[in-house]
């Protein structure tokens, strides 16, 4: 019989490592708990929050783009009908500002394409300027039709006695109808479209931060 007896032996099982004689408890098993829903949550919020950077970057450089177009539309029509000015002459005598007039009307293409980018920047800044400060002072999105059109105004008044004569060329001649048809234009064409275009941006943002019924 003494040769039939069995030494105890280790037994696995699901429960982990037990003796088969003894009191020995089951080790203790490590539990991961992921979850996938809440990642899933933070990976949706980034993407969100890009999009919307990316939707409002978009909006504002468009606007930028349609007050550029405007103006210099208005610039290069009223020109050619009232002297036969030709394009070119019109974009060089935005880059006389930084080079100076003899420089500018001399530097042929180069100077007209220069002139060209510092335009379409300017009219960038006129609606991203409007845009910042419409996140301080909300009544301008809220009303951006009497907003923009004194937006306008006020920017013809500033590129007219602030930063040209800071520049490095001059406001030209005193002509009456060339000064109140540039009001105008300023106050329905760069004015109230930087305004719009701002309001558009806030209208999308807030929409983006109201809850779907999808995301509840």
């Given at each position: 019989?003494?040769?039939?007896?069995?030494?105890?032996?280790?037994?696995?099982?699901?429960?982990?490592?037990?003796?088969?004689?003894?009191?020995?408890?089951?080790?203790?098993?490590?539990?991961?708990?992921?979850?996938?829903?809440?990642?899933?949550?933070?990976?949706?919020?980034?993407?969100?929050?890009?999009?919307?950077?990316?939707?409002?970057?978009?909006?504002?450089?468009?606007?930028?783009?349609?007050?550029?177009?405007f103006d210099i539309c208005?610039?290069?029509?009223?020109?050619?009908?009232?002297?036969?000015?030709?394009?070119?002459?019109?974009?060089?005598?935005?880059?006389?500002?930084?080079?100076?007039?003899?420089?500018?009307?001399?530097?042929?293409?180069?100077?007209?394409?220069?002139?060209?980018?510092?335009?379409?920047?300017?009219?960038?800044?006129?609606?991203?300027?409007?845009?910042?400060?419409?996140?301080?002072?909300?009544?301008?999105?809220?009303?951006?039709?009497?907003?923009?059109?004194?937006?306008?105004?006020?920017?013809?008044?500033?590129m007219n006695y602030v930063?040209?004569?800071?520049?490095?060329?001059?406001?030209?001649?005193?002509?009456?109808?060339?000064?109140?048809?540039?009001?105008?234009?300023?106050?329905?064409?760069?004015?109230?479209?930087?305004?719009?275009?701002?309001?558009?941006?806030?209208?999308?943002?807030?929409?983006?931060?109201?809850?779907?019924?999808?995301?509840?």
């Amino acid at each position: 019989m003494a040769a039939n007896e069995v030494s105890p032996q280790p037994v696995w099982c699901s429960g982990g490592l037990q003796a088969a004689v003894g009191g020995l408890k089951p080790a203790a098993t490590l539990t991961v708990v992921d979850h996938p829903e809440e990642h899933r949550v933070d990976v949706d919020e980034r993407e969100r929050g890009y999009t919307q950077r990316m939707s409002k970057t978009r909006t504002l450089l468009f606007g930028g783009t349609v007050v550029g177009t405007f103006d210099i539309c208005y610039a290069i029509t009223f020109w050619a009908i009232r002297a036969g000015v030709k394009p070119m002459r019109v974009f060089q005598s935005v880059a006389a500002g930084l080079l100076g007039r003899p420089a500018a009307l001399a530097g042929g293409i180069q100077t007209a394409i220069l002139g060209g980018f510092l335009h379409y920047f300017i009219a960038t800044m006129v609606v991203i300027v409007y845009f910042v400060a419409s996140r301080w002072i909300p009544l301008l999105v809220k009303q951006p039709i009497i907003f923009g059109l004194l937006y306008g105004v006020g920017v013809w008044v500033v590129m007219n006695y602030v930063v040209i004569p800071l520049s490095r060329t001059s406001r030209g001649a005193n002509i009456p109808v060339w000064i109140v048809c540039s009001i105008i234009v300023h106050a329905l064409l760069i004015g109230l479209p930087a305004a719009l275009f701002s309001a558009r941006v806030a209208v999308d943002q807030s929409n983006a931060m109201t809850p779907s019924f999808q995301s509840l």
